[in-house]
T-cell receptor, first 115, second 111 residues
Framework: EAQVTQNPRYLITVTGKKLTVTCSQNMNHEYMSWYRQDPGLGLRQIYYSMNVEVTDKGDVPEGYKVSRKEKRNFPLILESPSPNQTSLYFC??????????????FGEGSRLTVL | EDQVTQSPEALRLQEGESSSLNCSYTVSGLRGLFWYRQDPGKGPEFLFTLYSAGEEKEKERLKATLTKKESFLHITAPKPEDSATYLCAVQAAGGSYIPTFGRGTSLIVHP
């Protein structure tokens, strides 16, 4: 089954404790991206990657890191989480030719709470 | 700065009562306008992409239209299973792939 898998789905952590949210897709997609969704603000892109070893900042990259060492994986790293990073996070992927068409496949989401 | 405004924020309909959702946008050169559906606790699901004014796309009871300033998502004879949040996003022409999303319209269809 074609899917984008995120882990963990739910996480409560404390300020400053490094964490990684993993994202894996099984569709051989070149393009992958991370979003956060906050009430009243909608979905905002954090980082995106157009292929292995190629990453670019989205609209809200501060406080986040990403890496793309393998085509299927695109982890989101919070080196020193703060309460303002409490949010619902989504990973998405698509074929590169479809990235401009908006036809993204989203994961189920990871709800992160930073105390 | 690209902007997307969706209205209304919430909409309640009776089953079979047709209506439209609005997405107003400002963007410096439109690459595409996207509609997504998001169910509670789930990631958004892609519905349509519109590229130029006058374009229309249909899928079951949904029809999306586009002008130079706004897009409408028309829902004809909705059913309770159409209840969801509908998201609109725009992507500017150029090298980056950074869509700007609206806040969404929450649709509830009562049986």
């Amino acid at each position: 089954e074609a899917q984008v898998t995120q882990n963990p789905r739910y996480l409560i952590t404390v300020t400053g404790k490094k964490l990684t949210v993993t994202c894996s897709q099984n569709m051989n997609h070149e393009y992958m991206s991370w979003y956060r969704q906050d009430p009243g603000l909608g979905l905002r892109q954090i980082y995106y990657s157009m292929n292995v070893e190629v990453t670019d900042k989205g609209d809200v990259p501060e406080g986040y890191k990403v890496s793309r060492k393998e085509k299927r994986n695109f982890p989101l790293i919070l080196e020193s989480p703060s309460p303002n990073q409490t949010s619902l996070y989504f990973c998405a992927s698509s074929l590169l030719v479809q990235a401009g068409s908006g036809e993204l496949f989203f994961g189920e989401g990871s709800r992160l709470t930073v105390l | 700065e690209d902007q997307v405004t969706q209205s209304p924020e919430a909409l309640r309909l009776q089953e079979g009562e047709s209506s439209s959702l609005n997405c107003s946008y400002t963007v410096s050169g439109l690459r595409g306008l996207f509609w997504y559906r998001q169910d509670p606790g789930k990631g958004p699901e892609f519905l349509f992409t519109l590229y130029s004014a006058g374009e229309e796309k249909e899928k079951e009871r949904l029809k999306a239209t586009l002008t130079k300033k706004e897009s409408f998502l028309h829902i004809t004879a909705p059913k309770p299973e159409d209840s969801a949040t509908y998201l609109c996003a725009v992507q500017a022409a150029g090298g980056s792939y950074i869509p700007t999303f609206g806040r969404g319209t929450s649709l509830i269809v009562h049986p």
